[in-house]
């Protein structure tokens, strides 16, 4: 972690404390958003990169790692976290950001890109269907239904925490290292680094609590009543267990602006850490050449 050469924050947002690793000093601002079960340390191979042409802002969503973490489930509603992060921005000093986001993280982009057009130059998400489709494919998909079982799994009260407490080596080799392709981009000391985050007091159930919130309050979906006015990538790592491509599918009926998709074969559900220098040249290609 110390090659990374990171400097470690904490910003006051929405009433909590986020922790941001940032790095660069471009003119324009990029802010990845991870997923479950990931801290801000999974974007390690895009930091150094993007940092060359932009200032990059890594910050452990509320509920992760070193950031605070609310009690109650309603506080890990998306749109509750988008509003963090568009609370992030506005203090950086940017007028607006280039947007990343993988898994959770995706789902908190496509909300925040939806709910702060003004704040969103560029819009990118990986591995991550736009929330519409997902909660579509509940109803019609019965495979993807089957997938999701974890979803469910979670809504159990303090049971998950108990087994991953007991696992957590075993859960980050076997459901991070083991799904992935590239087995050797996600070390043993990074293993340990995923460990360390998830031992923090609260943060698996803060974790958690995003699926508890997804299914256990009321989804604000007139949201998503609004198309997303910034151009779009997506990025998908066609080995994803978790999520079906056909998640994929249609997504530019909800985007009323250009919009790509880049598919990655033998590319597991962690797409950043998976395949990272392809990701890295998508994200290169889409912020600096595509206008």
Known sequence: MSNLN??????????????????????KLVVLLHGWPEFWYTWRYQIPELAKHFTVYAPDLRGFNLSDKPHGISNYKTD?????????????????ALIVGHDWGGAVAWTFATMFPELTEKLVVCNCPHPKLMLD???????QLIKSWYIFMHQIPLLPEMIYQ?????????????WMYNKHNFSD????EFVKAFKHEG?????????????QTKPNLKIFDK??????????????????????YNTEKYIDAA???????????????????????????FFITKK
């Not at 494919?137 to 495979?143: D, R, T």
Request: net charge neutral; hydrophobic share 35%.
């Open 137 to 143: 494919s509940f109803k019609s998909n019965p495979s």
């Open 203 to 215: 943060a698996l159930t803060g974790s958690i609590n995003y699926y508890r919130a997804m299914l």
């Open 166 to 178: 007991f696992t957590l080596p075993l859960f980050f080799k076997q459901f991070v290292r083991g």
């Open 80 to 96: 509750t976290v988008a509003s963090d992060i568009a609370a992030l921005v506005q203090q950086s000093g940017f007028k607006k």
């Open 259 to 285: 919009y790509e998709v880049k598919y990655i074969p033998n590319c597991s559900h962690w797409t950043q850490n998976d395949c990272p220098e392809l990701v890295n040249e998508f994200l290169l290609d």
């Open 189 to 192: 000391d990074d293993l340990n």
């Open 6 to 27: 990171v400097k470690h924050e904490y910003i006051e947002v929405n009433g909590i404390k986020l922790h941001v690793a940032k790095q660069g000093n471009g003119k």
């Open 227 to 248: 198309k997303i006015q910034s151009p779009t990538l997506l990025i998908w790592g066609e080995g994803d267990k978790a999520l079906g491509k056909e998640l994929t």
